[in-house]
């Protein structure tokens, strides 16, 4: 294991290294250099839309961003030719002899709270669509969210004793870089495996230091009642995120299935309908492969998003239940890097 100053090290160097590309490419694409990579637009990923506030120890900043932010990318990307497509209305669009432009489409994984609060107004002001991905554990409050307890718990101690998987170790929490290296290996733990047995060690943890896991849900994600209203907004759509958000590749295959189903099952209780869409949790090629898209083509979903990167192309057609997405990533709010990732020139090339 990595020591902590070369993991924070390492995390610094990436970030630079980031953003010098998001420098680069936007420079690149105002040239008009390969204006097919763009291709037919994108699909975006965001989590928290709300107001600055600075924290020290800040893990999962990178799935923040600000309404100015929301409001200045939107704008940028209609600057840019980009239209606003409803996720479910995706298919459609990809299969029309020609377009009005380049589609933008808007999705927000986990529910929270301040999805509401500080992003529908955005979207309205601009007349776009957004999907917003539900997990039903969260809405019930029966599952914890791990990364914003982890955030909680090794915040507050100066020493963390876990069992990674492989028997408890413990490791110091005093500094600021020594919690980041704690919460990496936390995350590299969980990253790739089944997830189930650590999240409930980590939960059991939390409790004894006085925190409340599905607390923490209850303060930040939205219940049933304020999904249902937002549900009946014009603009606002509900898809499905599975009940428990854990990694769908390491289920067993009639676990993963019920994820599915019953996630569909608790979204049509709360808005009469069964969902269109759905994303899988983390939605990386470690959480979501061959398997578990055909196991959502089977089932009556029209479409599903991956969290792998990458703009539309009319051969998405041909297969809708992987389609890829951009995240507006918290550590490089500036609408000249939307642009850049909209160009499609970051994914022209992998």
Known sequence: MYGPNTIATRRMVKRAVIQGGLEAVSLLSRT???????????????????????????PAAHLTITP????????????????????????????????????MVFTLDDGYRDNNEHARPVFEKHGVPYTIFISGGFVDRTHS?????????????????????KGEITLPTRTLIEK?????????????????????RLDAKARQAGICPTG???????????LREMAAKPLAHLGAHTIGHLNLAHLEPDQMRSEIVLSAERIARITGEAPLTMAYPYGDRCAAGPREYQAVREL???????????????????????????????????????????????????
């Open 145 to 165: 969210i791990w990364w914003e307890t982890a955030e909680q718990l090794i915040g507050m101690v100066d020493e963390f004793s876990f069992d990674y998987g």
């Open 32 to 58: 008009g250099i390969m204006p097919g990579a763009r291709g037919m637009g994108a699909i975006f990923t965001l989590h928290h839309v709300r107001p600055a506030h600075h924290k020290d120890f800040n």
């Open 68 to 103: 100015e932010f929301l409001d200045e990318s939107i704008t940028r990307l209609k600057d840019d030719g980009h239209i606003p497509v409803a996720l479910h209305d995706l298919p459609e669009f990809l299969a029309q002899p020609e377009q009005p432009g380049p589609a």
């Open 216 to 226: 923490i849900v209850d303060r930040e994600v939205m219940d049933e009642n304020e």
């Open 300 to 350: 009556d979903f029209k479409l599903a998003v991956t969290t792998n990167p990458g703009v539309l192309h009319r051969e998405n057609l041909q297969d809708l239940f992987a389609l890829h997405r951009i995240s507006l990533n918290g550590y490089y709010q500036k609408s000249r890097y939307v642009g850049a990732l909209a160009s499609g020139i970051p994914f022209a090339f992998t």
């Open 180 to 200: 980041y290296a704690v919460f990496d290996q936390l995350h590299k733990a969980l990253a790739c495996a089944e997830q189930s047995a650590i999240v409930s």
